[in-house]
């Protein structure tokens, strides 16, 4: 049994087996959808928040809390502070916790989940972003645009991709690199082993959320209403969608092999072909989608500023459903076997199943 120590009077328990076993599998849910249950968090997300161990829904917060909820009951099984913000998920290696940190002392922190213990603290720049796994060890990106593979405390090799560049967009692990993309508009890929550069593009264009990877292409959203698709071996461009507002900020695409979806902050919900990006289909909400979508065989499930949740016929983009929460959803919609996990502003977790009663 490990025990992962918690403030206060909770500790949160999870059996050995269940850390070391395969993760969920991605959700194939079907809409219509009802609310499980609504977690207070007491604080606000980052874009992408929350990971599953077990049977636990791990979320992080701006106010520096990691609160372990239960998948079944709702209930908080803990809560663990680490001082400072906290804007990604953290990941889990085997019995270790790693803990990405921003706007603090501190930029990631080591937790070995087995004795409860804080294994050990890393100075450095903010990280505000995900951290990104290789076979062995992870990859760091930190706001000044130093990119680092750790090794458990040792800094195998870092590369800067230059003092007045800034990282807003997790790394990915694609055609056997590490891409990078910078808010200056430029795509890195650096070789995992060394942090050798293999290869740049320069898109000219900001890139503030994450990257997407479907096959032999990257799906890459800008801030001026373009998504490019990048070849991962070889950044060569193979196409761009251009957005009818060039203002408007691309989301995070989700994209499988025959469909490449996302929002944009004019509200728009545009679904490409990805081999050849052209128009699928098109949906406009009644407010921003900045969030990115989750897609499933059965439907695009998208979230809004103002506060409202749809699931959109695959193919067609018409609403099946749709469902109010308490607040704008700021943050990546994430699905798990039968559920979905969806973070609201300011401060509750929704678990969302299939709704049987219809």
């Avoid at 050798?196 to 096959?215: D, F, I, K, N, S």
Wanted: glycine share 8%; hydrophobic share 45%.
């Amino acid at each position: 049994m490990v025990l992962l120590a918690i403030g206060g009077c909770l500790a949160l328990q999870i059996e050995d087996a269940v850390l070391l076993s395969k993760q969920r599998d991605l959700s194939d849910i079907v809409p219509p959808l009802k609310i499980e249950w609504v977690y207070n968090a007491s604080a606000g997300f980052g874009r992408d928040g929350v990971v599953v161990v077990g049977d636990q829904v791990l979320v992080s917060t701006r106010s520096g809390d990691l609160h372990a909820v239960n998948v079944h009951t709702g209930k908080r099984a803990g809560i663990k502070s680490f001082g400072d913000a906290l804007e990604a998920m953290p990941l889990v290696r085997g019995h270790t916790l790693y803990v990405p940190v921003d706007l603090g002392r501190r930029a990631l922190y080591a937790y070995d989940l087995e004795r409860s213990t804080v294994i050990w603290r890393w100075r450095g720049e903010p990280i505000t972003v995900r951290l990104l796994a290789l076979e062995t060890g992870f990859v760091s990106a930190d706001t000044r645009a130093v990119v680092r593979r750790h090794e458990g405390q040792s800094v195998i090799w870092q590369t800067s991709l230059g003092d007045d560049r800034f990282i807003h967009a997790p790394p990915l692990l694609a055609g056997g690199h590490v891409i990078v993309a910078d808010d200056v508009g430029n795509l890195y890929a650096l070789n995992p082993v060394d942090g050798a550069e293999q290869w740049v593009t320069t898109l000219h264009m900001p890139v503030y959320t994450a990257m997407q990877q479907q096959g032999a292409h990257l799906f890459v959203p800008t801030t001026r209403g373009m998504l490019f698709a990048v070849a991962a071996t070889s950044g060569a461009i193979a196409w761009r969608y251009v957005h009818a507002d060039t203002t408007a900020r691309i989301a995070t695409p989700a994209a499988d092999s025959t469909m490449v979806v996302f929002g944009s902050t004019d509200g728009t919900v545009t679904a490409l072909d990805p081999a050849t990006g052209a128009l699928v289909w098109q949906w406009v909400a009644p407010d921003a989608v900045v969030a990115a979508p989750y897609m499933n065989e059965h439907a695009v499930y998208v979230g809004t500023m103002g506060s409202m949740f749809y699931a959109l016929d695959r193919s067609t983009g018409t609403v099946q459903w749709q469902e109010e929460l308490r607040g704008r959803i700021k943050s990546d919609v994430v699905g798990y076997d039968d559920f979905l996990i969806v973070l609201s502003e300011p401060r509750y977790v929704y678990l969302l199943t299939h709704d049987d009663a219809y």
